[in-house]
């Protein structure tokens, strides 16, 4: 069983910037393809980025390329999201989700096993 923690959200004004950690236990993380998904207000959960196992391959949604930049360090079991130029179509609650069936490439949240609980990060015009 893989459990996932998500921290570093909270309230951020348009033009800011905001690193968001997952940290995994219970797992070989090192194994895993990592992706951070988000759910905005009335929306369905979409895809923002993925990362490879060993941080070699990264995807990204097309509305946070250039922005947004995943990273992972397999000694300490974390994956990260870096935000920059955030504006209020970001608002969300961002969530890490570990996809332990296939080596790489799914950016479908059918395909991730587990989730983190979720952090919010408003955006205030």
């Known amino acids: 069983q893989v459990q996932l923690v998500e921290s570093g959200g909270g309230l951020v004004q348009t033009g800011g910037s905001l690193r968001l950690s997952c940290a995994a236990s219970?797992?070989?993380?090192?194994?895993?393809?990592m992706g951070w998904f988000r759910q905005g207000p009335g929306k369905e959960r979409e895809f923002v980025a993925s990362?490879?196992?060993?941080?070699?391959?990264?995807r990204y949604a097309e509305s946070v390329q250039g922005r947004f930049t995943i990273s992972r360090d397999n000694a300490k079991n974390t994956t990260y999201l870096k935000m920059n130029s955030l504006n209020p179509e970001d608002t969300a609650v961002y969530y890490c989700?570990?996809?332990?069936?296939?080596?790489?490439?799914?950016?479908?949240?059918?395909?991730?096993?587990?989730w983190g609980q979720g952090t919010q990060v408003p955006v205030s015009s």
């Open positions: 989700a570990a996809d332990t069936d296939r080596p790489w490439g799914s950016t479908e949240v059918r395909d991730y096993d587990y």
């Open positions: 219970g797992g070989t993380f090192s194994s895993y393809t």
């Open positions: 990362i490879s196992p060993s941080g070699a391959l990264r």
